[in-house]
């Protein structure tokens, strides 16, 4: 998710507020007009009493298997099927609704309807949409037509049916006759409706009602009007003809053109969304009928789709805030969302994208690949954040980014602008990005389509627009580009871009938490979940609130852009000062939680976690240069306590960024990818820890590193005297840490320690030796490039074979001419940054790790090593050895792991190996999309199916 430049300037328009009014000052006040609108006071008159459900049929559940898109209506027949991607059916008739009825009456198991019923259907619409027909039909039940539902669409091309969707009832059957009078039936209406006998205009016809658990119905179908009531009333009523219940009600007020509504997902679509049910709420700008959140503009308090230049709606995807487009690229012009205008921005959502299997049809077809969902729900979100945000801190003063900016702080000409589906013809997939120029420039987001590629990602096919993890990552790059270093800069230094990503990642989840909104994954901190398929880590290499990483960290994976794994650094640091926050101040209630966003409740009075979330906003004002490190931002984060709380989080910070290797004696510059880190806290009762190695190791220069990773990290102590870094090294007590010691001819040695408060102690490690270390005399061979890197006892190094995976194989002499008994071994398949070796020194893909391997011992002593016969094999590694996971293999699934065995003589060892990422994992393998363009099975159409790397392979006895 990187940043890039945004290019376009527009105009900057400026509205004055209302001049000021004197009065007399012995006058009484005068009450305030009612300037609301009728529509903001209105609550839906909608209602409907039907009940029950008609299961599909056994026919009926075989066919949509078949078919595997069928959503099912209460009336027990499909409510959308066909997606496009390939037609329902073939070699109908001639003319649109001949094909249609065709279709129906030769899908009798699907729809429950025999040639008689199709035949009775009557045609409402047959209209041209492209080079296809739209054909609506609608059911009669005996002599009268359905007046609500028992309707059926189907878009013809040609002789084909693409798409279906219906009301249709399975039960055709004529209802009894009604026995109430029309009068009766208007009488029944009105008092429902709350009107009076005399009020309003009505109107009355016969019509039949199909009902899921008591068949048709004959009804009237009553419409009442009263204009000129406060609050209009216009209904349509639909009574039972036999019982006098009223079935339906309709509201037919169009308020909803002064309370503008869209449908949403508030944080990713399911896993599986249900036939028949679609998953998105409604969030309005005022909170009525079915909308479950009322939305608007905190600054104005306008909707979402006003044009403050006009004060008029603009009916699409287009406000104050954000102006969003579908952007599919390949020469096709950014267009917005199709205008409503009665602002109903509830576009058919089908879940194309995911049921079509990135089929690439669904461009062309009806639906247009959900193409105004997608804009809609892109445009909500950003609409979120605008505001979250503006509660934070990140208002017009702070450069934020609004076509108008009302106070004429800033600039304004610069909503952010969303392109859905980006490049979606011009083949971008897998990613979003955010472009963010100074103050008066609108910011750029693309958002991207997701899909499988073969060596590169492995996602479900999904549309990035969904994901408000994504979203809000990127729509945060906008407000630290424009809250740092003012409204002309942004971030420049490494360390500050690796804190723009994790920034990303933290508001996204902290906006989401705020509100009760919970995505997908292990924990709310996952980013990326929804569309990586990946719940335990997400796009990232670790989920933050497991995460191992600190300040020594620096580095670590440089396979891919460096900023995203040393943000996880950050993230790590900051998720553990969340909690120490929320221990202190508590979670409070989910109202106050969603009252302290909407900025209601002063921060003081907040919630720990909004407590950080203000000081992190803070903290961005706070830095006034562009290169910054680290450090600088926990400085920042500091001193915005001071002045914002009173310093009472001075200890709670200090102790929570020690434990992250930020603490009192770190140092780093910018862009320092070495930084210096420390584990003491001035406010804590640090341990005072001196390495001592024993036994074997006893006097040897050993390292000794806080963390997971030994390959571009920083130690913390070493006993090597030639070396400035001393064996003592002060650290926080009371805290668990994961550790690694290594040395030349030692190999590597992870474990875990709990240093004691305020002590003096030896951390005592007692290291083995490594039997296959070249430090130790050990000798490598075998095919392949950087041969002898196997055994340098670094994970920053690794061997490759470049022309093919299993079986090859490489023999190690172990040091010393005396057989051992070996039981042991280390193997590592952690990836590095490109060294001169390579045929190709930019090929460390992610899929060409070693997966799966097999161990085999000889011993010169009693056999001959120099043949196949005097080998045996002593290990078979599990077949996910480095159990990478969805979408992508990761840092921490390819680090350095421990495999046991039987003790076993053996003066050479060899290592064989049988699989890669690529030709090894079946989360990889076989075709795993419907796009006829691409090739997805890793082993066969990746061009890195034919590489396999190993970083480290060490032995010991025990």
């Not at 699989?915 to 363009?933: F, R």
Request: aromatic share 8%; with cysteine.
């Amino acid at each position: 998710m990187r940043r890039v430049a945004a290019a376009v300037i527009t105009a900057v328009v400026l509205i004055a507020g209302p001049p000021a009014v004197s009065g007399s000052a012995t006058a009484a006040p005068a009450a305030p007009p009612d300037l609301s609108l009728p529509g903001e006071k209105h609550v839906s008159r909608d209602l409907d009493n039907r009940d029950g459900t008609v299961a599909p049929s056994a026919a009926q559940r075989a066919r949509a298997s078949a078919l595997g898109d069928v959503r099912f209506n209460a009336l027990g027949t499909p409510s959308a099927l066909g997606t496009g991607a390939k037609p329902l059916a073939t070699g109908l008739p001639a003319g649109a609704e001949a094909a249609a009825r065709a279709y129906l009456a030769g899908n009798r198991d699907l729809f429950g309807l025999d040639e008689a019923a199709v035949a009775a259907l009557e045609p409402l619409l047959v209209r041209p949409m492209g080079s296809g027909t739209v054909v609506t039909l609608r059911q009669r039940f005996g002599d009268l037509p359905a007046g609500h539902d028992g309707l059926v669409t189907v878009l013809v091309t040609g002789d084909k049916v693409v798409r279906v969707t219906s009301s249709l009832s399975r039960d055709t059957s004529a209802p009894e006759p009604a026995t109430l009078s029309a009068a009766e039936a208007v009488a029944i209406a009105r008092a429902n409706a709350g009107l009076g006998a005399s009020t309003g205009s009505s109107d009355v016809r016969r019509v039949a009602v199909p009902t899921p658990a008591d068949g048709p119905r004959d009804a009237y179908a009553v419409t009442l009007t009263s204009p000129a009531a406060a609050d209009p009333v216009a209904v349509t009523t639909y009574v039972d003809g036999r019982s006098g219940e009223v079935l339906v009600r309709e509201d037919l007020v169009d308020f909803d053109s002064d309370n503008p509504r869209w449908a949403v997902f508030p944080s990713t679509p399911p896993a599986t969304i249900p036939a028949g049910r679609d998953p998105r709420v409604l969030w309005c700008q005022e909170e009525v009928g079915r909308c479950v959140k009322a939305v608007r503009d905190p600054n104005t308090g306008e909707a979402w789709d006003v044009d403050l230049t006009t004060g008029l709606p603009t009916f699409t995807s287009r406000g104050n805030a954000a102006d969003n487009t579908l952007s599919l690229g390949a020469g096709n012009p950014a267009v917005p969302a199709t205008p409503s205008p009665n602002r109903e921005y509830i576009y058919p959502f089908t879940d194309q994208w995911r049921q079509s299997r990135c089929n690439p049809t669904v461009f062309t077809s009806a639906q247009r690949n959900d193409a105004d969902a997608a804009i809609a729900n892109l445009f909500a979100m950003h609409n979120r954040m605008h505001d979250w945000a503006f509660n934070l801190g990140f208002t017009e003063s702070a450069w934020n980014m609004q076509a108008v900016n009302v106070s004429g702080d800033g600039l304004g000409g610069d909503p952010e602008t969303g392109r859905a589906q980006a490049n979606a013809l011009g083949g971008s997939r897998n990613n979003a990005n955010q472009g963010t120029g100074r103050d008066g420039l609108p910011p750029t987001t693309n958002m991207f389509l997701w899909q499988p590629q073969a060596g590169g990602a492995y996602p479900p096919c999904v549309d990035g627009d969904y994901d408000m993890t994504v979203i809000g990552h990127e729509y945060t790059h906008a407000i630290t580009n424009r809250m740092i270093a003012g409204p002309d800069t942004g971030i420049g230094s490494l360390q500050g871009s690796a804190m723009g990503e994790s920034w990303g990642d933290l508001l996204a989840a902290e906006y989401l938490l705020e509100y009760g909104f919970r995505p997908p994954g292990e924990s709310p901190f996952i980013t990326g979940g929804y569309v990586t398929g990946n719940t335990v880590n997400g796009i990232r290499n670790y989920d933050s609130t497991r995460s191992p990483l600190n300040y020594s960290d620096v580095g670590y994976d440089l396979v891919g852009q460096q900023q995203h794994a040393d943000g996880e650094i950050w993230s790590a640091t900051q998720v553990r000062l969340r909690g120490a926050f929320v221990a202190r101040y508590g979670s409070g209630t989910p109202s106050l939680q969603a009252r302290c966003a909407d900025g209601l409740v002063e921060v003081a009075s907040c919630p720990g976690n909004r407590r950080w979330a203000q000081l992190m906003f803070d903290s961005f004002l706070l830095q006034a240069a562009s290169q910054f490190s680290m450090l600088d931002m926990r400085d920042n984060m500091l001193a915005a306590d001071l002045v914002r709380f009173g310093g009472a989080n001075q200890e709670l910070m200090w102790n929570a960024f020690a434990q992250a290797g930020m603490g009192r004696d770190a140092t780093s510059g910018p862009s320092d990818a070495d930084p210096v880190p420390s584990f003491a806290s001035p406010y804590a009762d640090n341990a005072t820890v001196t390495l001592r190695p024993l036994g074997d190791s006893e006097g040897a220069p050993i390292r000794l590193y806080v963390g997971d990773y030994e390959a571009r990290a920083t130690p913390v102590a070493d006993t090597d005297p030639e070396t400035e870094l001393g064996d003592t090294f002060e650290i926080i007590g009371g805290k668990q840490f994961n550790l690694v010691a290594t040395g030349p001819g030692y190999g590597h040695r992870k474990f875990t320690t709990l240093f004691l408060p305020g002590r003096a102690q030896d951390l005592k490690v007692n290291l083995p030796r490594n039997l296959a270390a070249a430090a130790g005399g050990a000798t490598v061979s075998g095919p392949g490039v950087n041969v002898p890197l196997l055994i340098d006892e670094t994970e920053g190094t690794n061997w490759a074979s470049l022309d093919g995976v299993a079986g090859r194989a490489l023999t190690v002499d172990l040091a010393g001419d005396l057989p051992q008994r070996v039981s042991v071994v280390n193997v590592s398949a952690l990836l590095r940054p490109a060294i001169v070796g390579d045929p190709d020194p930019n090929a460390q893909n992610r899929f060409s790790a070693l997966r799966s391997f097999n161990v085999w011992a000889c011993d010169a002593t009693t056999a001959d090593c120099a043949t196949d016969a005097g080998w045996r094999r002593v290990y078979r590694s599990p077949s996910d050895a480095f159990p990478s996971g969805n979408f992508r293999p990761t840092a921490p699934s390819l680090n350095l792991r421990q495999f046991r065995f039987t003790p076993t003589p053996a003066t050479h060892l060899r290592l064989e190996v049988v699989a890669s990422q690529c030709t090894g994992n079946p989360l990889y393998a076989g075709e795993q999309d419907a796009d006829p363009a691409t090739a997805t099975d890793c082993a066969t159409a990746s061009p890195f199916a034919s590489q396999v790397r190993v970083s480290e392979f060490q032995a010991f006895t025990r």
